[in-house]
């Protein structure tokens, strides 16, 4: 028993070692594949990796993100023509009331049904 809990536990020392060899800048690998040769702007923007050594310093700080965008209501979604007055409930919709008040009658025809035979 000790010697399998002593293979797990090394096992797992051996699998966490690994981890620290990934690799740790897209760049370097980019370097590495195309001898050196810059990587174009097209595909840098691809990449997420702030803080990382291969950016230029400064473009960590780039805004990624669009603030200024248009907030107003769009005609095509809001659709205000079959907008209902309050209070209106659609045709084929009954209130809680009228359902209430048909099923009663309804319950009420059977009781007295039941009590004539």
Known sequence: M???SAFVVLCSILLLGSL???RKDAGDYWKSI???QPMPDAIKDLFHDEGLPSLP???AKRDRFV??????PNV???HSSHSQPEGVLNDHMPSVHEFQT???QQ???VINKISRD
């Open 107 to 109: 319950l009420q025809q």
């Open 67 to 72: 603030k200024d965008f248009d907030v107003r």
């Open 102 to 104: 048909k099923h009663h």
């Open 34 to 36: 195309m001898k050196n």
């Open 20 to 22: 620290s060899y990934a």
């Open 57 to 59: 310093p400064g473009s």
């Open 76 to 78: 095509i979604i809001y």
């Open 2 to 4: 000790k010697s399998i």
